[in-house]
Nanobody, 119 residues
Framework: QVQLVESGGGLVQAGGSLRLSCAAS???????????MGWYRQAPGKQRELVAT???????YYADSVKGRFTISRDNAKNTVYLQMNSLKPEDTGVYSC??????????WGQGTQVTVSS
């Protein structure tokens, strides 16, 4: 099994920045099979949406709503994925969850971290 621990959420004013981290620990074989890491978010009353992903080769994807403001990165040596969030808007408010997927399409999820952007 793999456990994901997230950190970095909080309360910030509009225009501010936050950096989320998600570190994997547990079964080394499973961790070494992870090839896709990503962040999702869920705003109150809305469905969970994909924010950004990064492959083990470094290819990235961003939702249109965060392009140019958010940057996803990973440190394979630390089994950690990051989400740098700049120019935050109130509509970025939500619970951000880390996802890490193995090459056999098994998903691991973090517990979620609250991000609140005040206007």
């Amino acid at each position: 099994q793999v456990q994901l621990v997230e950190s970095g959420g909080g309360l910030v004013q509009a225009g501010g920045s936050l950096r989320l981290s998600c570190a994997a620990s547990g079964n080394i074989f499973s961790i070494n099979s992870i090839n896709l890491m990503g962040w999702y978010r869920q705003a109150p009353g809305k469905q969970r949406e994909l924010v950004a992903t990064i492959t083990d080769s470094g290819s990235t994807y961003y939702a249109d709503s965060v392009k140019g403001r958010f940057t996803i990165s990973r440190d394979n040596a630390k089994n950690t994925v990051y989400l740098q969030m700049n120019s935050l808007k109130p509509e970025d408010t939500g619970v951000y969850s880390c996802n890490q997927r193995t090459r056999w399409l098994k998903d691991y999820w973090g517990q979620g971290t609250q991000v609140t952007v005040s206007s």
